[in-house]
């Protein structure tokens, strides 16, 4: 799956066949590498629909009974690695992941990780939104998610059922999402999940496992409401919380990243979201700039560049062109 570094979301995809080599190959090529078999007794139909938006893959699959694995072989082979979850609209499924086994029914989301082995099992034909993302958009640690993969996560979850109308609508009206529209959904939605499955691993860990996921919420809910500081730094953020400086390098060490790293990433989403809404165009760029942050015109536009593939003046004049393509 290839990551956008524009304002605009990737043209959406659709995909029907009644092979289900072909749907190997179409499933593989559109998540991560896998194996599929077919269970349909030689009837077997699958259809897809996608869209990768700001780096995030929404799907809609309908397919008759089949199973697909994710074998320690293709895990080797992949360059990049997701979290996926599962949203069960029709029909039942079973999840295998970490020596667990989830009962997937409508209603019900599911999270996996591609970087371990996983089977998914559809005995009856099914209907499911299907979500991929870069394992690093979200609060819980691999570790924390570890706690939670093949489980079930069911409507009678308060999130579960705020989140599943949003996924539900979204995955069936991707013509809806242009532009800037279509990056701020995405990050609400990114940050719905996030919180989904931070109160999932919190529920679901040791004692010691809750206090260090605490800890990084604290950290991270810190450094989003402080964003706008020049002077927010790893000593500012430990002195914040009480640790030390090498602990809170660590802690994100563990995750696959540093700080530093994570604090000019929330800052350039952040004025990506400005730069791209129309309510903001009065707003000079080093003024978004400097509210987030970046006092330094100049080292700002070198960071957003390579941060984003592109300089802030073309980011916004791409914003603007699809803002008034989805208007007029």
Do not use: C, K
């Given at each position: 799956?290839?990551?956008?570094?524009?304002?605009?979301?990737?043209?959406?995809?659709?995909?029907?066949?009644?092979?289900?080599?072909?749907?190997?190959?179409?499933?593989?090529?559109?998540?991560?590498?896998?194996?599929?078999?077919?269970?349909?007794?030689?009837?077997?139909?699958?259809?897809?629909?996608?869209?990768?938006?700001d780096g995030v893959f929404f799907s809609r699959l309908r397919v008759t009974p089949h199973e697909v694995h994710r074998t320690p072989a293709l895990i080797e082979a992949s360059e990049r690695l997701f979290y996926k979850i599962t949203l069960m609209v029709?029909?039942?499924?079973?999840?295998?992941?970490?020596?667990?086994?989830?009962?997937?029914?409508?209603g019900s989301i599911?999270?996996?990780?591609?970087?371990?082995?996983?089977?998914l099992r559809f005995a009856d034909p099914m209907d499911a939104v299907v979500i991929m993302f870069p394992r690093d958009l979200i609060d819980p640690s691999p570790d924390h998610v570890r706690a939670i993969t093949a489980i079930s996560l069911g409507p009678e979850e308060s999130l579960t059922r705020l989140v599943t109308p949003l996924l539900t609508e979204i995955s069936t009206d991707f013509a809806s999402l242009e532009g800037p529209t279509a990056t701020r959904v995405v990050r609400t939605t990114v940050e719905l999940i996030s919180a989904l499955l931070s109160t999932a691993a919190l529920a679901r860990t040791a004692e010691s496992d809750r206090e260090h996921?605490?800890?990084?919420?604290?950290?991270?809910?810190f450094i989003l409401a402080n964003l706008g500081d020049s002077e927010l730094n790893p000593d500012a953020?430990?002195?914040?919380?009480?640790?030390?400086?090498?602990?809170?390098?660590?802690?994100?060490?563990?995750?696959?990243?540093?700080?530093?790293?994570?604090?000019?990433?929330?800052?350039?989403?952040?004025?990506?979201?400005?730069?791209?809404?129309?309510?903001?165009?009065?707003?000079?760029?080093?003024?978004?700039?400097?509210?987030?942050?970046?006092?330094?015109?100049?080292?700002?536009?070198?960071?957003?560049?390579?941060q984003v593939g592109m300089s802030p003046s073309a980011f916004r004049r791409a914003a603007t062109r699809d803002q008034r393509s989805a208007t007029g």
């Open positions: 799956m290839a990551a956008p570094n524009s304002a605009t979301a990737l043209p959406p995809v659709a995909f029907a066949t009644e092979s289900v080599l072909a749907w190997q190959r179409v499933v593989s090529s559109s998540f991560v590498p896998l194996v599929a078999d077919d269970l349909s007794d030689g009837h077997f139909a699958g259809t897809i629909r996608g869209r990768v938006i029709e029909g039942t499924g079973e999840l295998v992941q970490d020596h667990r086994s989830a009962l997937m029914l409508p599911s999270v996996y990780d591609t970087a371990r082995p996983y089977a996921l605490s800890l990084m919420l604290r950290i991270r809910e953020v430990a002195g914040a919380v009480y640790i030390s400086t090498r602990h809170l390098h660590d802690l994100f060490h563990q995750q696959g990243t540093t700080v530093s790293a994570w604090i000019r990433e929330q800052r350039i989403e952040a004025i990506r979201g400005e730069l791209g809404n129309p309510m903001y165009t009065h707003r000079a760029i080093a003024e978004i700039a400097a509210s987030w942050g970046y006092p330094d015109a100049s080292h700002f536009s070198r960071t957003f560049r390579q």
